[in-house]
């Protein structure tokens, strides 16, 4: 058993937890943060996918004692004030979740997307780099279309100064 002191959605915690515990296992069963989703335990599907220091991470792979002094993000952290993330709502307005499993792990990795967007000199929304920032990101229920659609949407309502440009087929316009 080790104590674990790390900050989760902006909130100081010292949890105990066995030491072969990861990350998805602390905060799902000692936090009761139970939006990251427990998929394939192998890093393959990205449902457990949290932001660590800022960082896309697969929780399910990652050990609780590894997030000793971090900061995490999840995806009850995500809104503000009781209103949802523009990633949050536009998901929902465009059907981009279906069954909704895949759902927490790619609002994740959207965010981290917006969020390295925003600290770009010259923002350039492009699909395929929505596309790619969602690559370790499996959806089971989709085609994606309606998910690269709300990211998209989502960028151009949060930065601002982004230029939207196409790229091909199902590009922005």
Known sequence: MAVVRLHVNGQAH????????????????????????????KGDCGACTVLVDGLPTL????????????????????????????????????????CGFCTPGMLMS???????????????????????ALGGNLCRCTGYTKILEAVEAAAQETCSRAQAIGDGPGGAA
Do not use: M, N
């Open 59 to 98: 929780a399910c792979l990652t050990l609780a004692v590894a997030a000793e002094g971090r900061h995490v993000e999840t995806v009850e952290g995500l809104g503000v004030g009781g209103e949802p993330h523009p990633l949050q709502r536009l998901f929902a307005e465009r059907g981009a979740a279906q």
């Open 110 to 132: 959207s965010a981290h997307y917006l969020d390295e967007l925003g600290r770009a000199d010259a923002p350039v929304i492009r699909r395929a780099d929505i596309a790619a």
């Open 14 to 41: 010292a949890v105990a937890a066995p030491t072969h515990w990861t990350l998805l296992e602390l905060l799902r069963y000692q936090l009761g943060l139970v939006g990251s989703k427990q998929g394939c335990d």
